[in-house]
């Protein structure tokens, strides 16, 4: 035969008398009467049974639709492309002004440099520098070489244009016969390369954003 629990003060060792808390109270009470104790705070299948104290009790894990919490988005932007402005240059003064001062070496050092130019401006594209000018300076005997050079180098400023997200104007057919008519494949290209200098227009070296 089961004897609930007095609802009173409890005798304790040093003869003091410890005062029920009111769930405890609240729960005895219930029980005495017939009633479901659910409703009492703090109370659970387990603890309507065995009347334990507050103090003593776990608590009672909440609905998992509950602790659904909204986290922040951990994604992170990815950067555009940058790459480094090229230099804006003459284009009359690089087809005749600098080569006759200087006996026809601006050439190279203007081929090497557009090279090397493009190779910053666009890194995601594999642009040779060093090598065309050698094509020049080296195989120039084999007529050839240099063809295909100029030809090859008209490619690279179009797909820098379309980097810059300008329209490819510049044709590698035009350059290569400009090249025979008073050598003006140099004054077509620099011309071209100036078109992608004008449209961000700032100092030569600055990082840029790549558009195409």
Not at 146 to 152: G, R
């Amino acid at each position: 035969m089961s004897v609930a629990p007095e609802s009173g003060p409890r005798p304790l060792a040093d003869g003091r008398h410890s005062t029920p808390s009111p769930q405890v109270a609240l729960q005895v009470q219930a029980q005495r009467s017939g009633r479901p104790a659910q409703n009492i705070p703090g109370s659970s299948d387990v603890t309507d049974r065995l009347f334990i104290p507050q103090d003593y009790r776990q608590p009672q894990a909440k609905p998992a639709s509950a602790e659904l919490v909204q986290r922040p988005s951990t994604g992170i932007a990815q950067p555009g492309h940058l790459g480094l402005a090229m230099k804006r240059r003459n284009p009359v003064g690089v087809w005749l002004g600098l080569p006759l001062i200087t006996l026809g070496i601006y050439t190279y050092v203007w081929y090497y440099k557009i090279h090397r130019e493009m190779a910053e401006f666009d890194r995601r594209r594999v642009v040779p520098v060093a090598g065309p000018m050698l094509v020049l300076l080296f195989l120039s005997w084999t007529i050839v070489a240099p063809l295909v050079s100029l030809y090859n180098t008209g490619n690279r400023i179009a797909n820098a244009q379309r980097a810059a997200g300008l329209r490819p104007t510049c044709s590698a057919g035009i350059g290569l016969l400009l090249c025979f008519v008073f050598g003006l494949a140099s004054l077509y290209y620099q011309s071209e390369l100036n078109k992608i200098v004008d449209s961000y227009g700032g100092p030569a070296g600055t990082e840029v954003p790549l558009r195409g």
